[in-house]
């Protein structure tokens, strides 16, 4: 394996995956904020003594840079990036078009985390959680989406009273490239 950096090793479990050895977790925290350590809500340090779970979306990206191997089960059966993504297909609604601003948002620098608290689908920092707020709210699109105008404005406030950033974003999946619609708010 001369030249060759070896993969960080993560188990699926359930709708997980967990790497387990501390070191690796933390090496995978520090380039990019990926995960979240088991028991620590808020890191206040990038190493860390303890296993970190990644999300799906996380995972797959890190699988496809082929930063980490996927295993499952007491016999290790390794786990393919189809098998992972199609397994993630089943449990996020509309999985291809987030994953592709996933993709598309990491491949800018930036950091990526489920927006759930702030009813989007993710949250996106600059510089990463604990050194900033996430100065963006990302809401994923179809272009076959209609969207109100009372949406908008439900958004809007919401971003507003956070101190975010309201983004919509409409991947073409063909192209495998994203638009973005970004809504800046001005007090008349």
């Known amino acids: 394996m001369v030249g060759k950096k070896p993969r960080i090793e993560a188990e699926f ?9 501390p070191k690796d977790g933390s ?7 990926y995960g979240k350590p088991l028991g620590i ?12 779970i990644l999300d799906l979306m996380e995972g797959l990206y890190l699988l496809e840079k082929k930063v980490i191997t996927v295993f499952e089960g007491e016999e290790k059966n390794r ?14 609604d509309n999985f291809d078009l ?11 620098g930036l950091v990526v ?6 009813g989007c689908d993710f949250a996106v920092y600059k510089q990463g959680p604990g050194l900033e707020h996430a100065p963006y709210m990302v809401s994923v699109k179809s272009r076959k989406d209609e969207i109100t105008a009372t ?5 809007g406030r919401l971003a507003t009273t956070v101190r975010k950033r309201f983004i919509i974003a409409v991947p073409d999946l063909e192209k495998d490239k994203v638009k973005y619609l970004i809504f ?5």
């Open 13 to 21: 479990i359930e709708n997980f995956l967990v790497v387990w050895n």
């Open 27 to 33: 090496k995978l925290y520090k380039m990019g904020f």
């Open 41 to 52: 809500p808020k890191p206040k340090s990038p190493d860390f003594n303890v296993p970190l």
């Open 79 to 92: 786990v393919s990036f189809k098998a992972l993504r199609n397994r993630a297909r089943r449990i996020y």
């Open 98 to 108: 987030k994953y592709v601003v996933y993709k598309d948002l990491r491949e800018r």
């Open 113 to 118: 985390t489920p927006g759930v608290k702030f």
């Open 151 to 155: 949406e908008i404005v439900k958004a």
């Open 184 to 188: 800046k708010w001005f007090k008349a």
